[in-house]
């Protein structure tokens, strides 16, 4: 132990010095309630948590390493016959609202995604005789679950806590970044037991552990680590697990059938032996217990050793003070949510909204040790120099308006992600910039290579210091990997062909963005001859439109457009998780041009109007898990990304009225102030993203570019915070549920005529005022 | 890459300086041929390949962390109906000199093991279709395997030369002390391949792979890393792998089930797609060769890391010049062989001797990177300080011999792998000294806790400068384990009892030895008290005797001895790989007090005339793999530990003469200059070190005194070049095959009369002389 100490010390010289100031500004002193006014009440963590909003209630700090969640219904993974239960694609967070049941509290959840991975190192408080089946025993018992009540549950920023019914125990958790503070209040008992259980995760049926090692160091202190081959795919976490008083005893259960021969001679080695390692392990600590007396474990993450994880437990979590570490995780969310604060027509909107401001800073996540020392993309250890390191970059999602609303909110976090993206690169045998970023592993999730919107946005909006010459290098390796995804063909045939790779058409429309964002990037970097190489892929989304039909449509690699189409389906039509309706639209960086393409003002906006109007027949719709009638309006499709700029497009009509009247009945139907309160996936917190910006009044249609389309703010007013010191107040006059129409904007008294307002509006502070009436503004 | 470049940089500095220098010495300019006189003329080694000798002919640097060799006959690894086939006990060191096939190269081997683990990254080039199966592909066609023939076969000290018949390629293969080395001559063909087979393990059928990961860097660069969960728990190795020339295309396949979402739908990824990750893995490299054209292979080894691995290869080897790598390797090892320069009686008995001194070098193996950085028992990354680490301590065997004979022929090696033991007992969780140390892991096997005798060795003979109190500390921690493999029960009744843990009579004996060893720790200490402590449990060892019928016999909890007992039997009879006749000599400590406990000297010596010269019964012999008819002489086996101090024994019934007599016959009968030249496994260098002792004519019987048992010299001179800088010459005049008598030593002149000959005799140099007679001097 003392060598790594050392090594990490050497490490600490030279490289970290400023993060450790920083993370131990943790341990400063802070007052035992939150600072005034307290915005964490606004927040309702279990909105989400119903229907497909794939959102956890657990305890986690902005941005953490750590989120501590409980896992529900765990029977529901598998039919009676043994086979996978479909309706698990609802457990990507590891709860859902209506179960009655609490099988543990793990420590890795994802935020809104659309597939499942993590639920590491689930704890469960226990009494009674030692059960270590989770269901049911080989004796068709019970399992070692509990039921649990709702009125028994509650949950807040940083805290949730709820009554174990079966055991009569009070389980508590908070977390600071790197740490889970668990607080369990037992009843007198000789039988007290805290499992760890290492066999489960989220979607368990997948049979994703490769590998899990575990030490007892001493009678209060487990460290370890667990190794899976899930959604990412060679994904390693360690632990250093400290409890607050002493277990009597201990001992596992191992659950693969390889027997080791030392161990087995030799030992007794399923008790009280120090040293458990295999595929699947329940472990369990036994403690005698008084009334109401609390037991709490201290659970400490590292993506790169347990001695990195003993680290973060000692630099993050010296103290036992649950109370204290609870409030002081409270106050740093109070310090985000009150970044903007805001008023509101109904005071259920303010729960919407700090709500889905709170799912914005969920993801990503912090992904290094207090010492900067993080696991790479190449499974080695890197350090960050000069930087934050950070994973779960849900890209195809997030540079949407998740990115983008960083730039606002999280100007130096956005900075550090960018970088974090651009050492991925460094680190990438492919030399590719992350497409979706998961905890050291690339899992090529969706289309596109986004990364290079982040970068691009955040050029143009001047955040961040990040080496733009390196970005711009890195873009352009990204963006020339022939083998990635159609890229290949794509730059061969200057479209993707549909009988070369599928979802040809969304490739085909997202690559050639994402070529205008680099050719932006390149353009800030002064290079004019990779800037016209890259605006002249940005125009390849021309080939994929067919004129006479009037959609974008699936090209043959011969340069003939597909016999067979159904631009309603969303399934094998050249689109992924879209149809050609939707996803069709997507041309953010040629707005103009895409209109007069389709038709002219006239016949766009009509074709709008019929995408929100009209019946989709339900053929197209059952089929796809991430598209609900929850989440559609018409043939509009919010539950999903692909057309979250769409409602945005009437302004490029000249019927901007259209645009307000569908944002604002957008964030009253597709968002609410209760547990299914959202429409869809909320996607690492882009659909949240979307709404604190349409709430706001504006909207980020072509990330890469300055400027913001208009819509229609929810709320009556806004102050934002900003972080460079700035002031910003947007003020809707004559704000009502009915007055949802925009008459005019002045910005600090000037009148906007445009249908867009600039990053420079936002930033540089002062004052919006945006003019509201119940009676549509028709320009002439 | 530049991070952990950065973080490597730093480790060195404050850390390693002094490796650095050592390490960069590597590079230092060499004469074209081995210095003279050339001492590996005299190694064959392909000694002890046949029959259960579990050597390996393959090349390897002095204790070095690669050994590269290559891997036969395959198929014999399953019967024909998928079963296991008994046979691969044999392979231990993936080698069997019978055999007529050669499937591959691979990086890792133990020599002389009597378990199996290792052989990784197997490495075969092949020529024609390219075909991935090793034995028999789906169409039942040949596998890649080749034919070979020991016609074209040659192997000496880090250098090993095969034709591959069926391809046509010469291969040959050096290392360094980190980095193998790969020469193949290919024909000419447009079909060239390298595999790198990532599924091959010594005994495959245990389905050992946990998890392999590769990455193709760039166009000859690949780089990547092995779990698999043998004999060593939860072993890994990383490695970097460099082609000489770059292959022209590449692919894998992958022969476990899961299938990754992200890469499945994506890409082609089984050709040409640089990042490859499973269970069971099979890669290829294509080549176009022309006739004889050379391809190279620098193929380095890391516990730590693909990046530890690349500074390993870049220090080791930075150029591609095999023949100069060759030959510097074969001076290290000719500088290691003359440190002890023999006249013997035969030719032959020079290659049988320095064969058995090439085979006490081949572990330990070093195990840290070239900045002393190295995988802790822990599975944490630390740096050896002011030590080398090493690995590989097959202890029950070795601290016979081995060990006592480095404290002559490595002192300083010896000090490394003692403070490589404090090391791991500081990692360990149960803060125990290793029992067998492996690759980061305590594989557990056999009994005792005998690091505690090398260090008690290295303590009486004054070798190195490890911390002595730190030793006790940990000596006396790992003696008081109270879960240890009947340790508790030990403590508690003064010996183990039968009834509550196997081989109870062995472990009483060998606890009782470690203990008085740890009594020397005590005393070298000034600890009186623990001295006391220890030198009574030393006295344990009587409490299995039963003086009624004059054996060792296990007891049971209650104080009596078990009623059945068969005192020729190996199984269930208390005693593990020996019978009460052979194992129950084992009291190495107290010989005087144990042969007057067992009849004085007369009976004595006629337990041990009727050992060497009964009939052992068949019956008695075929149950037990480490013990066959090779190896046995009567009823005494040398071919497995537990009795090697036995011959010595007529010393303490005053008759040395028959001592004499039996370590003469032994050494012309065990061993031999032919590949069944050994009569059992070489465990790790303890049979080879038994033959060097008994060579010079003095043997360690008590490892932790200061003295050696003398027998019968078998040089007729022998000169040892000492570290100290010191000579000693030892002369046995009028040596030849008959005169096998000893009848006057004399040390510097000085005629001795006593059985023993003292450590410092040896080691401060100077003349002993053995007078030599072929009539027995018998003592009055």
């Not at 659909?687 to 009556?716: E, R």
Request: net charge neutral.
């Amino acid at each position: 132990m003392k060598h790594i100490i050392l090594l990490l010390t050497g490490i600490l010289c030279f490289s970290s010095c400023k993060k450790n100031i920083k993370d131990s500004a943790i341990q400063a002193p802070i007052s035992k309630t939150i600072q005034k006014p307290d915005f964490t009440q606004y927040v309702n963590p279990f909105i989400g948590t119903s229907k497909m909003g794939h959102t956890y209630p657990g305890a986690t700090a902005p941005f953490g390493m750590v989120q501590l969640s409980p896992q529900t219904n765990f029977e529901v993974m598998f039919n009676k016959d043994g086979s996978y239960n479909k309706e698990t694609y609802e457990y990507c967070a590891g709860y859902q609202y209506r179960d009655t049941t609490i099988i543990g509290f793990s420590h890795t959840n994802l935020s809104g995604t659309g597939h499942s991975d993590l639920g590491d190192f689930l704890v469960m408080p226990t009494t009674g005789d030692l059960i270590l089946d989770p269901i049911k025993t080989k004796e068709n018992t019970k399992g070692f679950y509990s039921t649990f009540s709702h009125k028994e549950e509650s949950a807040s920023p940083g805290y949730y806590k709820v009554k174990l019914k079966d055991y009569n125990i009070i389980a508590e958790l908070t977390a600071t970044e790197r740490v889970g503070f668990h607080q369990y209040t037992f009843p007198k008992t000789k039988d007290a037991h805290i499992l760890l259980d290492l066999v489960y995760n989220v979607y368990h049926h997948d049979d994703k552990n490769v590998w899990t090692f575990l030490r007892v160091e001493n009678d209060s202190l487990v460290t370890g680590y667990r190794q899976t081959k899930g959604w990412a795919r060679t994904k390693k976490v360690f632990f250093a697990m400290q409890f607050s008083k002493p277990f009597k005893s201990y001992g596992h259960q191992k659950y693969d059938s390889v027997k080791y021969d030392g161990f087995y001679r030799r030992f007794k080695q399923e008790e009280n032996f120090p040293e458990m390692a295999g595929k699947d392990i329940r472990a369990y600590f036994n403690f005698e217990t008084q009334a109401n007396e609390k037991i709490n474990i201290k659970f400490a993450l590292s993506s790169v050793s347990t001695a990195g994880a003993l680290k973060n437990l000692e630099a993050e979590l010296p103290a036992w003070d649950f109370e204290k570490t609870k409030l002081e995780t409270q106050q740093k969310w109070n310090d985000e949510l009150s970044k903007i604060e805001i008023k509101t027509i109904t005071e259920a909107d303010k729960t919407t909204f700090y709500t889905a401001l709170y799912h914005t800073m969920l993801s990503p996540i912090l992904y290094e040790d207090v010492d900067g020392s993080y696991l790479g993309l190449d499974q080695n250890i890197h350090t960050s120099k000069d930087f934050t390191n950070y994973s779960v970059f849900s890209l195809w999602d997030t540079y949407r308006a998740l990115h983008p609303l960083f730039n606002i909110t999280q100007p130096s976090r956005n900075n550090d992600m960018i970088k974090s993206m651009l050492a991925h690169q460094e680190q990438s045998v492919h030399h590719m910039l992350p497409i979706w970023s998961h905890y050291a592993n690339e899992n090529w999730c969706m289309i596109g290579y986004h990364a290079t919107s982040v970068i691009a946005d955040a050029i143009a909006k001047e955040v961040g210091d990040f080496d733009k010459k390196k970005a711009l290098a890195a873009s352009v390796s990204t963006a020339n990997v022939s083998y990635f995804d159609g890229l290949g063909d794509y730059i061969k045939y200057h479209y993707v062909p549909e009988d070369k790779s599928h979802s040809s058409v969304s490739k085909t429309l997202e690559l050639a963005y994402n070529d205008w964002c680099i050719a932006q990037i390149a353009k800030s970097n002064s290079d004019k001859k990779t800037t016209d190489i890259f605006l002249n892929r940005s125009e390849y989304y021309n080939n994929v439109y067919d004129p006479k039909i009037g959609y974008m449509r699936p090209k043959l690699a011969n340069g003939e457009f597909r016999k067979d189409f159904d631009p309603l389906d969303t399934h094998g039509q050249g689109f992924i998780e879209g149809n050609a309706w939707n996803y069709g639209l997507y041309v953010p960086h040629q707005l103009e041009k895409m209109v007069k393409m389709m038709g002219g003002n006239e016949r766009f906006s009509q074709h709008l109007d019929s995408l929100f109007t009209m019946k989709l027949e339900d053929k197209y719709i059952e089929k796809h898990e991430d598209i609900t009638r929850d989440g559609i309006i018409g043939n509009y499709v919010h539950g999903n990304e692909p057309g979250h700029h769409i409602p945005y497009l009437y302004n490029w009509t000249g019927k901007p009225h259209k645009t307000q009247e569908r944002v604002r009945m957008i964030m009253n139907t597709m968002y609410g102030p209760t547990v299914d309160g959202l429409c869809g996936n909320d996607d690492a917190g882009q659909m949240s993203a979307w709404y604190i910006f349409s709430s706001l009044g504006f909207y980020p249609v072509t990330p890469g570019s300055p400027n913001y389309a208009i819509g229609s703010p929810l709320v009556k007013e806004a102050v934002l915070h900003l972080e460079n010191g700035k002031k910003l107040t947007i003020i809707a006059k004559n704000q009502s549920k009915d007055n949802i129409y925009v008459h005019q904007i002045l910005v600090n008294g000037k009148a906007i005529n445009d249908i867009t307002i600039s990053h420079k509006d936002i930033i540089n502070g002062g004052e919006i005022i945006f003019e509201m009436n119940n009676i549509p503004k028709i320009n002439p």
